[in-house]
Structure formats: C-alpha cells, structure tokens
C-alpha cells in the first residue's frame, strides 16, 4: 500500500487513527510461528512472500503475507486482487495477530462437568472424533439424520457441511441470513428477482450520487466498498445519509437526514411520491421494465412529504430536495441497499421499498448502481450423492415464512426448543458465536440445553465454545488451505487460501477436520481425495486452470465480461411477471402488501432510550477483541447518548454506567460517550464487546454486550429474519 492511498483509505474511517503497529506488538508473543515454507525460502533478504485471502471478515480481500526470517511479520493486500486492490482494511492488517493471540483453543476439549462451566479435558484428536461419532450416530438411529443441525459462517465451513449433508441432513445454517441479509436479499428478489448477495453488487465506484439509509460505510469497513466510497467521494459524488446518528460516512454527505429509527419505510415512501409525482423518474426504463406502475402511482399517492414529516422527524422540503437530487443524477444514483438489515421486523418490506426506489432511477443493471456480477466457471468436486431426506427442512414448516430461501438459524433454534416439527438433537457450529449473533441468549442457551450433542469448532474460546461438550480447535486462516473462492463481482476470478505460517499447537484446518470425521462416522467414501491439494487440482484442471500458478499468484483471473445492461447484459428479472415488479402478485397471494406500507415501530418506554448497533473500523463482530493488535487499537466500546440527555442524568464522556432494558436485564459496565453526534431517542453502541467466556483472558468484561441486552426481537413474516432493533435500555448510574 503505498502511503497516499492509503493515508486516503484511512481518513475515512475516522476512528484510525494512524497505521497498524503491527511488529511492535508481535515482540510480546512468544509462539511457534514457523513458516511451512521457510525450509524453501530462497530469498536473499530474508523476506518470503506468499499469497493468500484475508478471513477476518468474510469479503475475502486478496493479500500478501510476509515472513521475515521464517517467522510471520506482516500482511498486506495482493494488488492484483480486485476484492482489495492492495489494500488491505485495519483489520486484515493486524489478522497476524489472529495468529499470535496466547489466548487460543490449542488442542480439542472434552467437557467435564455441567454445560456452560467452562471445565475441560484435553483430549486427542482421534479421542475427540470417537466421542463425536458415537454420539452422532445415536442421534441417527433414534431420531434420524435430520437431527444433527448444523450452524457455519464463512467459506471455511464448505466441508463440514459435506460432512453433515453425506451424514444425511441438510438442516444447515448461517447467522448472515436471519440476522443479516436476508431481509434485504428477499426484498430485492421479490422487485428484481435477484439477490444484492456478497460482495454486494454495488458500482460505488461510479455512482455520481449514493444515498445510505442506515449503513455506515467507513464504520462498516467492507474493503471495496470503502474504497470505492473514498474514490466516489473524490471525483465529488453527492452523498445523502439517513441514520439516527451522525456516522462517519454522515460526515462526508451533502445532506444528513437524522431520521427518526425505524421510520425509514415512511421515508423510502415520501421519496417516491416525489419521484412519480414531479415525474422525476426514469420513464424509459420503468416502462420497458416495469409491471404494476400504474397501481404502484396510485398507491404511493399517500404518502407526501408533509405525511413523513411527523414520522420521520425530517423537513418535507428535505425530503424534496433530496428526492430531486437523487433523480438529478440518475441512473448514477445508487441507493444503497445496506446489509445488515434485520431492524424491525417488517425489514423485507423496507428493502424492497429501497428496491423500488432504485428501480424509479434505472440505476439497476447501470453503470453507478447495480452491475451484474459475473464468475469464473469452475466445476464443484464430483461427489458422491448425498442421501435423500423424507422429511425436509426443519426450519421453515409449511413455509410459514414464504418468501425465506435460505435456513433460518432461528427456525433450527425453536425446532430444538420445541422438538417440532421433528427434534433436533445435535448442533455442530462452525465459526459463528451464536452467544452473540442470536437475539435472545436464554433461549439459545435453553435450546442447547435440549441437545444430546454440541461441537464447536472456533479458533478461540468464544462463548457459544463455552457451551459445547466437544471444543475442536481450529488453525487460523494464515495456517491452512480453504476452499476455492470462486468470486462473482465485476471480473472473474478464483481466489486460493493458503498455509503460511504452521498452527503452534494442536490446531488443524477444517478440511482435515471435516474428512477425519467423516472417515469416522463411515462415510470416508465422500472424501475420495487424500489432500485438500488433490481437491483444488481436481477442480482446477477441469476448469483448465494450473494449482500451480494459483499457489504463485493467489489469483487467476479471467476475462472481463460485461457487467452493465447497456454493455450487453440481457436485462432479465426472473419474476413471476418477468419484468420489475412495482406490484407483486406473489406477496398479494401470499396475503401480504404488495406494495410496502409503512407500520409506525413502537415507541420508547418513558425514561428510556432505543437501543441501536453498528460496526467499529478495527474489529469484526465478536472475533476480534482478543486480537492484541486490534484491541491496541480499541479495546471496549462505548455507549453514545445524546449530550443533553447525559446532562439529565449528570453524565459526561468517560463515565461508567451500565444499561438495562426493558426486560431488567442489565450489561457490563460500558463507558458513556456523550455527543450531540446521535439523537435524543435512542443510544448507540459497536457490537461485539462485553465478551464473558472466562478463557477470553484478554478480552473478558471489556465494554458491554448489545447481545445481551437484545431480549426482544420483531420476526419478518415474509422471511423469518429477527428484527433486534426494538429493545430499550435506561441508566444505571449508581451501579458501574
Ligand atoms: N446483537 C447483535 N447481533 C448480531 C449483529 C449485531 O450487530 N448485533 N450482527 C449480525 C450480523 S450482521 C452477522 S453477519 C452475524 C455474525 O455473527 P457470527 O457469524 O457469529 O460472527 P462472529 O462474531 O464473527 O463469530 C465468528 C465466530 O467464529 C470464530 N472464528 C473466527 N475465525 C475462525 C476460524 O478461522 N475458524 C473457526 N472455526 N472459527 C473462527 C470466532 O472466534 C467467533 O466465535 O451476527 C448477527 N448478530
Ligand atoms: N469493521 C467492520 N466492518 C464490517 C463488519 C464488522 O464486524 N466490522 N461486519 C460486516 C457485516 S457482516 C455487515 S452485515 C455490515 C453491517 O453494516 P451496515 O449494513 O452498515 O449495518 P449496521 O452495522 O447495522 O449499521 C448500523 C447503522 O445504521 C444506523 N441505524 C440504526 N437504526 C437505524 C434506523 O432505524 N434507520 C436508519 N436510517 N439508520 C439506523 C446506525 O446508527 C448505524 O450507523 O458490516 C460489515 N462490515
Ligand atoms: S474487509 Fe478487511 S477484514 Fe474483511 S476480508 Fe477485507 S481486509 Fe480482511
Ligand atoms: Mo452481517
């Protein structure tokens, strides 16, 4: 990374404050960090680069780590990659101290006593594969394969879940779509028929004008995006934000619109009724693409600025102007669809009013809005057949959420709880801590308590590790091979992740862990390679691709393809009606709207204040606060209220209170920041801290945790998503 661009990727994160002193908090650590390719470094200087991919967030930039003297010293960003143009994020730079981190899972756990004490043998691999499979295969007999669920994060979780789908159930599952994007994804299929997906489709890059309503670019630190953010607003794009709380990507916008929360539907509605209304939309493209305009014109009618004003909170002539400089520039107009989307409940409805919107501008399939992604076509391993189940999915029964097309977590949550439609007794959980992720902690922890079985396999002692009866330690991503990343984005390519340091203990990769279970179990014959290398050059050579020059480079890309409708991307929207859908027929016969309305969200308690999350630039959700480097940098969160409510309750910044809400739940102690930068009605804080598993030595009761105070939650009735943003909380001052 060259130091102006990065001094301009930097600045607008806000929160950094310099670079990442990466060597000097290495010294500390003692570890075995020997290179797996130091024996063959053939360098003069010492220095051996290897290519790789970043895992500590799932964008998966492109890198270059460094070994110094055989020992892992830096990392950086691969430029030929276009996930991280060269550049990697605060947090991919500090991710070798992923590796350094003393407090790691360093062999397998077996648990000695009560569930939840953290006391534990260690034990081999072997012994801990037999424990797994005796009781996995008890679970089979008596309540059928389908009652081993599983719950993965990441691309690290692909052969687990050929191991659990060989054993025969296909009840597997992510946070990323009941607690994330699923909202979102749903909303845009049902306008588009296509998914926004990961990374987002998103030309930032291009966009002349970008309207964020409720994400936190610069604080929400996804690589590209950032990037391409800093370049938009360079070339001097017009930003407009909507967000309760002035974000750092607020401090970059034109207009800041601090928007009452959860009001964002009445908002979306208000913008439309501009846009048809002064007939400011993109009338070329509505009518070739468009169905249901007229009924849509119609409906909308409704809801003009002066109707949004008492919701919202927002001036109607903000709102006009806003609506008129979003079409001014369109189709280089992209609303942002955000990505963590679970807010209130009625979050697929929201985002498909965002959809909407975008569709009025034209901006889907342009050049500024949305592209469409395109990938290398690399064919999957030629596995045997899994083995069919009778009895579906347990997550979803009789579609009661019609429009979810992935697992819900929740739904596998409440199938344990309540043994229907059919008992679920055993969970393997695959680099997600659904302590954390989950709303509603008592009911995650009652559902456990139901299981014959946990496995956690984590890289840390993380709090749902804390619950397991078989803790399986895995490598960190600089030690092991993962499986391809086969990326769809703006130009295809096939991404490698590879060894570059040996795991110092017991660790071993998922890979190896996921064939050694099967072998375990009998189902060996699913695994017919003996190496994961075996599996890339299997797949690669029938892709005509060289492992190879993927080991050399990291990447291999392939041609450019248009990504544009007016490049030659056929404009097709896999609808029902084959077209945009303005009216959905399908939500109509399902007995939802079919065009979103607005559901005012319930008010605060009196004496209390809502409760709102979001992301710091130096950490990923709860992963990373044991990461020395990275908790260098920020090491609890803290709590903004606004100044003048401080004042009432004779609060300044620095203080310690602790939160309670409305169900008297109470947090860690968590330091006030007190700002005029957040409304009045609601508080604001980073997820992720407030970690209480004993064995997170460092990171143990620093900052308070979101996730506890998250009791309550609204579900989407399209798709099952938690909507956690409808908790409260008031002050403890006398308790910190
Ligand atoms: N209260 C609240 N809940 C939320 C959110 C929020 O903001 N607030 N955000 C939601 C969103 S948007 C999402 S996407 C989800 C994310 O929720 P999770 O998927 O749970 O994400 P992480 O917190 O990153 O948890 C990852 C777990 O994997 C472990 N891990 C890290 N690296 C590795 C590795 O290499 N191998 C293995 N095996 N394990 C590893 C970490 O130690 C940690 O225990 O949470 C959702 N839930
Ligand atoms: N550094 C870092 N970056 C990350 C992650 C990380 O853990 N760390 N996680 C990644 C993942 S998986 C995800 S899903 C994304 C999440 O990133 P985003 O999609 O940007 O979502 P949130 O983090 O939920 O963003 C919360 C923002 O919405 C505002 N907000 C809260 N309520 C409302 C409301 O009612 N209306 C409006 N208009 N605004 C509201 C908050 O003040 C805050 O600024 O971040 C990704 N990027
Ligand atoms: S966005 Fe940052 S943490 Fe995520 S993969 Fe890229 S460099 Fe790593
Ligand atoms: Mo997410």
Redesign the pocket.
Known sequence: MNSISRRKFLKITGAVTGTVAATGVLGKFVNKSESVFAKTDDSKDGIKKIPTFC?ICFWKCGAIAYLKDGKLWKIEGNPEDPLSKGRLCPRGTGGIG?HYDPDRLRSPLVRKNNRGQEEWVEVTWDEAFDVIAKKMNKIKEQYGPEAMAMFS?GI?GNFLKHTIKAFGSSNIT???FA??RGPRDVGFRLTFGEDVSSPERTDIENAKCIVLIGSHLGENMHNTQVQEFAAANGKGAVIIVADPRYSVAASKAKYYLPIKPGTDTALLLAWMNVIVNENLYNKEYVEKYGFGFEQFKAEIQQYTPEWAYPETGLEPETIRQTAREMSFHKPETLVHPG??ATWYGDDAQRSRAIALLNALLGSWGSKGGFFTPVSMDVPAYPYPEYPKSEKGKVDNPDHKYPFAHETITTGIREATLTGKPYPIKGWLV?????I????NEAETIQAIQNLDLMVV????P?E??GWADVVLP?S??LERYDDLNVEWFKQPFVALRQPVVESPNEQKP?WWIAKKLAEKLGLGHYFPWNHIEDYFKQRLSSAGLSFDELQKNGIIKGAKKPIYFDEGVPAEFPTPSGKIEFYSLQLAQAGFDPIPKYKRPDPPPSGYYRLL??RAPVH????TQSNRILSDMMDENEVWINENIAKQYGLKSGDYIKLKNQDGIISNKVKVKATQRIRKDCVYMV??FGHNSKMLKHAYMKGAS??QL?TKYNTDPLMGGTG?NVNFVTFETEAA
């Open positions: 895992d992923a994060h690290g992510a946070p990323s607690q994330c990505r963590h695959y680099a997600t801590n659904l954390h992720a989950l709303p396999v984590d890289v840390i993380s749902i590790a895995e960190v991503y998922n999350f979001g990923s959700f709860g992963r997820h992720g979101d996730s998250i956690m």
